[in-house]
């Protein structure tokens, strides 16, 4: 069992940027697969960013390619999400997810997923 908890969330305007932490505790493993998703009013979660653990791997969305940036600290069993270059269509609840499955590259499934924090807002104004 992990538990994820996100925080960083808030207000920015366009342009701006922003750093989101998910922290891990629980049963933490090098092996586990973490992912950034989110979820705007009356949108399907959708896959932001992902990261393989144990190699540091990434796979980013294209939306966002270029603008945000997924990082770890092993330490801490933290990762992080730096967005920057905010826009308005980044608005949305963030969600921190992991996954104990065996992958090359991060999954970009919903379902590929074992563990999810309760999210945190992120509103961009324009």
């Known amino acids: 069992q992990v538990q994820l908890v996100e925080s960083g969330g808030g207000l920015v305007q366009a342009g701006g940027s922003l750093r989101l932490s998910c922290a891990a505790s629980?049963?933490?493993?090098?092996?586990?697969?973490m992912a950034w998703f989110r979820q705007a009013p009356g949108k399907e979660r959708e896959f932001v960013v992902g990261?393989?653990?144990?190699?540091?791997?990434?796979g980013y969305a294209d939306s966002v390619k270029g603008r945000f940036t997924i990082s770890r600290d092993n330490a801490k069993n933290t990762v992080y999400l730096q967005m920057a270059g905010l826009k308005p269509e980044d608005t949305a609840v963030y969600y921190c997810a992991a996954s104990t499955n065996l992958w090359a590259e991060p999954s970009t499934k919903v379902r590929g997923y074992d563990y999810w924090g309760q999210g945190t807002q992120v509103t961009v104004s324009s």
């Open positions: 990261i393989i653990w144990s190699t540091g791997r990434t």
């Open positions: 629980g049963r933490t493993f090098s092996s586990y697969n």
